[in-house]
């Protein structure tokens, strides 16, 4: 069982940046690959990221790549998405997962826990 907690969401200006973390706790995070989604009102949930076990793998959603950064440290349990040049679209509910496994996906139905989200709002 594992236990997340994302934090680092808030009110932007266009052009702005947020960091976004996502602290683990129970099993080991460092067993798990880590991925971030977001959910925009009245939109199907996407991918945004994906960070593998031990973080030298790396995949991002073409909406968001060059603009967002996706990274962990295990020692301390905690993922991290570096989020520049946000844009109105980027506006939404963003979800940290973990899933059992070396390499994320871009799956949401991969993912074997999630959290409870953290809301992003970018003013244009």
């Known amino acids: 069982q594992v236990q997340l907690v994302e934090s680092g969401g808030g009110l932007v200006q266009a052009g702005g940046s947020l960091r976004l973390s996502c602290a683990a706790s129970?099993?080991?995070?460092?067993?798990?690959?880590m991925g971030w989604f977001r959910q925009a009102p009245g939109k199907e949930r996407e991918f945004v990221a994906t960070i593998s076990r031990s973080g030298t793998i790396t995949d991002y959603a073409n909406a968001v790549k060059g603009r967002f950064t996706i990274s962990r440290d295990n020692a301390k349990n905690t993922g991290h998405l570096q989020m520049n040049n946000l844009k109105p679209e980027d506006a939404a509910v963003y979800y940290c997962?973990?899933?059992?496994?070396?390499?994320?996906?871009?799956?949401?139905?991969?993912?074997?826990?999630w959290g409870q989200g953290t809301q992003v709002t970018v003013s244009s």
């Open positions: 129970g099993r080991s995070f460092s067993m798990y690959a």
């Open positions: 997962a973990v899933r059992y496994d070396y390499i994320g996906s871009r799956r949401d139905d991969a993912y074997n826990y």
